[in-house]
């Protein structure tokens, strides 16, 4: 059996990821200091035989016993809001955790997939974009922690596959959304649906002209996983190709919760960025991948786990 180490696994994507893996017959090791994960994330799975949690920090130097097939590398605050709280723990998560996880993966002869970010390409001034742009990036901005945290952790990846010939994987990730998400993840999609769901007025930051492209967490999972089987060790984009503005989504929201919230507008943040749509050319060529649930099946499928976490936490 394959054995493989989730870093971050007890969060949105790592733990869906972890599902995937022990549905496909691998043992995993779910590691997570759970600043921003959740164990709640991976409860389900904590009797599970071929299935192990770790709490430890990536930023110390990981110490797996036997072998390991697979390392994937999704540790790292993801969210504004979470990284504008954590500005030097997302960095040393960057560099120092990604360091520690290629030192492992050269140790175990590991296949290493890297969680990187569609936010590499900063605020791009092409759209939609491609992996060969480099991006339009603020390194000094409040933003630029996360941004150039996986510019960094791309760097050193492919520093690793040049000089020690590690074998690595580059998922360049677009905005995902799905079950278990946090309530007070802070980005627009958790934010629109808890606030709809409460009757709260609904933030929409700048005008709403900016854009999106929001891609259901199961696709992005198979994505994920065929990117990690396959023999390319360039950054790949993988989200949905279907863009739309912020205002026309929240507006959606609303109306598939049938909320009576208003929408209400705040300034946009800074480096905030106008437009945000992959192009995913290299992934339906070279992984014959694509998504396949609509944003209006997804949001069907995501609202019912709000529903009951927001009843959940009105109980406690």
Same mark, same amino acid.
Request: proline residues 7%; hydrophobic residues 35%; aromatic residues 8%.
């Given at each position: 059996?394959?054995?493989?180490?989730? $870093?971050?696994?007890?969060? *949105?994507?790592?733990?869906?990821?972890?599902?995937?893996?022990?549905?496909?017959?691998? !043992?995993?090791?779910?590691?997570d200091n759970l600043l921003t994960g959740r164990s709640a994330n991976v409860a389900h799975l904590m009797d599970h035989e071929h299935f192990t949690l770790v709490q430890h920090d990536v930023?110390?130097?990981?110490?797996?016993?036997?072998?390991?097939?697979?390392? +994937?590398?999704?540790?790292?605050? =993801? %969210?504004?809001?979470?990284?504008?709280?954590?500005?030097?723990?997302?960095?040393?998560?960057?560099?120092?955790?990604?360091?520690? =996880?290629?030192?492992?993966?050269?140790?175990?002869?590991?296949?290493?997939?890297?969680? %990187?970010?569609?936010?590499?390409?900063?605020?791009?001034?092409? #759209?939609?974009?491609?992996? #060969?742009?480099?991006?339009?990036?603020?390194?000094?901005?409040?933003?630029?922690?996360?941004?150039?945290?996986?510019?960094?952790?791309?760097?050193? $990846?492919?520093?690793?596959?040049?000089?020690?010939? !590690?074998?690595?994987?580059?998922?360049?990730? *677009?905005? /995902?959304?799905?079950?278990?998400?946090?309530?007070?993840?802070?980005? =627009?999609?958790?934010?629109?649906? /808890?606030q709809a769901l409460r009757g709260e007025p609904i933030t929409v930051y700048g005008d709403g002209s900016q854009t999106r492209s929001f891609c259901y967490v199961s696709d992005l999972?198979?994505?994920? *996983?065929?990117?990690?089987?396959?023999?390319?060790?360039?950054?790949?984009?993988?989200?949905?190709?279907?863009?739309? @503005?912020? +205002?026309? *989504? =929240?507006?959606? !929201?609303?109306?598939?919760?049938? #909320?009576? #919230?208003?929408?209400?507008?705040?300034?946009?943040?800074?480096?905030?960025?106008?437009?945000?749509?992959?192009?995913? $050319? &290299?992934?339906? &060529?070279?992984?014959?991948?694509?998504?396949?649930?609509?944003?209006?099946?997804?949001?069907?499928? @995501?609202?019912?786990?709000?529903? @009951?976490?927001?009843?959940?936490?009105?109980?406690?």
């Open positions: 059996m394959a054995r493989a180490l989730v $870093t971050g696994g007890g969060g *949105f994507l790592g733990s869906h990821l972890c599902d995937r893996l022990i549905q496909e017959g691998h !043992v995993v090791l779910c590691l930023t110390k130097p990981i110490e797996i016993e036997g072998p390991l097939d697979y390392i +994937l590398h999704f540790a790292s605050p =993801a %969210s504004p809001k979470d990284y504008g709280k954590h500005p030097i723990h997302t960095l040393k998560v960057g560099a120092i955790g990604t360091y520690h =996880a290629l030192g492992l993966a050269k140790a175990k002869g590991a296949v290493l997939l890297l969680a %990187s970010s569609s936010e590499v390409y900063g605020d791009p001034e092409v #759209s939609p974009q491609v992996e #060969s742009y480099w991006g339009h990036v603020n390194p000094v901005g409040p933003r630029s922690c996360y941004d150039e945290a996986k510019r960094y952790a791309e760097a050193i $990846t492919m520093a690793y596959y040049r000089v020690h010939h !590690v074998q690595v994987r580059i998922a360049r990730i *677009f905005n /995902t959304y799905g079950p278990r998400m946090r309530l007070d993840d802070g980005r =627009a999609l958790p934010n629109f649906i /808890t999972v198979e994505g994920l *996983f065929r990117l990690l089987l396959s023999e390319e060790h360039e950054p790949v984009n993988l989200g949905n190709q279907e863009e739309v @503005t912020i +205002l026309q *989504f =929240a507006r959606e !929201v609303i109306e598939i919760t049938g #909320s009576q #919230s208003e929408i209400i507008f705040q300034p946009l943040p800074q480096d905030d960025p106008k437009v945000r749509r992959p192009d995913i $050319t &290299k992934a339906k &060529k070279i992984l014959d991948w694509e998504p396949r649930v609509s944003r209006l099946e997804g949001l069907k499928q @995501t609202i019912p786990y709000f529903q @009951t976490s927001l009843k959940a936490q009105q109980t406690q």
